[in-house]
């Protein structure tokens, strides 16, 4: 199964592979959705954060991307 949001599904998983820039991470989610292991795949800082519900919630840092600084 394909799912770009995985929250309607993460309680039904034990294993995800996430895909990104050209790298893979495999395990369980909630060793593979992690800050760690999502900034290793992009090579940018990325967030992974937990809402009050359970939810994730995945913040790419806005003054890495692409090098741009905003400020």
């Not at 893979?24 to 940018?44: F, H, K, R």
Request: aromatic letters at 2%; hydrophobic letters at 40%; zero cysteines.
């Amino acid at each position: 199964m394909v799912a770009h949001d995985v929250n309607p599904i993460l309680h039904h998983v034990d294993r995800v592979v996430y895909l990104a820039e050209g790298g893979s991470a495999t395990g369980a989610p909630e060793d593979v959705i992690t800050s760690e292991t999502l900034t290793g795949l992009y090579g940018s800082p990325v967030e992974v954060l937990r809402a009050s519900d359970g939810r994730l919630v995945v913040v790419g840092r806005p003054d890495s991307v692409g090098g741009h600084d905003v400020g």
